[in-house]
């Protein structure tokens, strides 16, 4: 399982590539950075949030999740 923090910086890590792509692309159909980077920025805060929310949810799913094993007793089995 995935820590809080952990699934934070994954958040944040993608959030910041996914808000330069789509600040281009809006800079492709708008040709203003003004718009570009306001709808970077909108895009980027809502979905930081469902983001977090999606990868917290699916820490409660098991579907291809394997257990650790067990670990060895440190007295007896050596």
């Not at 708008?30 to 999606?54: F, I, M, N, S």
């Not at 990868?55 to 007295?75: K, M």
Request: aromatic fraction near 8%; charged fraction near 20%; charge should be positive.
């Amino acid at each position: 399982m995935e820590t809080k923090a952990r699934s934070i910086v994954k958040t944040l890590s993608w959030r910041t590539a996914a808000l330069g792509i789509t600040a281009v692309v809006s800079y492709g159909v708008t040709r203003r950075w003004e718009v570009a980077l306001a709808l970077g920025t909108t895009d980027t805060l809502v979905k930081l949030g469902l983001y977090y929310l999606h990868e917290r949810l699916w820490n409660l799913v098991p579907h291809g999740r394997q257990l650790a094993p067990a670990p060895l007793a440190a007295e007896g089995l050596r």
